[in-house]
């Protein structure tokens, strides 16, 4: 997971999971990030404190990458993260009604990382049509397993595969055999 799209991904999830354990707009989490890009490097460390994960977890990154390399080494798609965390609150509610009919439990009951990962797949597959449901469901596994707990990428993809399946129920019908 290392395209620009990809970073934007990663990035919207940081700030998303800001946005709900701080309660500040999307315009403030913005503001940081561009002002300030270490800003989310810290956001990122703090998650991995909270997950309580191992000092080997969080000295590097995917692929044998350092995971705290400055935003600026990183490049990613600016125009993806701006709608994914504009997008996301403007249709909280739309994308809440998605997800909660797929859960097995209350949705303020996930893990805020995870339930940011929902919402930004519930997002892509609701409003982004032009990305192939595989896509959507794929990004949105691969930053469940850097970012979330041990086997919720196991959750996140059947959360998502659920809801793929009544958002997008023409693309799926188009792709399976008769």
């Known amino acids: 997971m290392a395209g620009r799209r990809s970073e934007a991904r990663r990035y919207a999830v940081l700030a998303l999971y800001q946005w709900q354990v701080s309660g500040q707009t999307p315009a403030e989490i913005a503001s940081h990030f561009f002002d300030d890009p270490s800003w989310m490097e810290a956001i990122a460390e703090g998650m991995s404190?909270?997950?309580?994960?191992?000092?080997?977890?969080?000295?590097?990154?995917?692929?044998?990458?350092?995971?705290?390399?400055?935003?600026?080494?990183r490049p990613y798609d600016h125009q993806l993260f701006s709608s994914l965390l504009r997008g996301v609150p403007e249709k909280a509610d739309e994308i809440d009604d998605a997800l909660r009919g797929n859960l097995d439990r209350s949705l303020q009951s996930l893990d805020p990382v995870e339930r940011s990962i929902l919402r930004i797949g519930t997002f892509e597959l609701l409003y982004s049509h032009e990305l192939p449901v595989r896509v959507v469901i794929n990004e949105a596994v691969e930053l469940a397993k850097a970012f979330g707990a041990e086997q919720g990428h196991r959750y996140v993809n059947a959360v998502l595969d659920r809801v793929a399946r009544t958002a997008r129920a023409d693309e799926l019908a188009r792709k399976t055999p008769a």
């Not at 909270?50 to 400055?70: I, L, N, V």
């Open 49 to 73: 404190e909270d997950r309580a994960e191992t000092p080997a977890a969080a000295s590097s990154g995917k692929h044998g990458q350092p995971a705290k390399q400055p935003p600026s080494v």
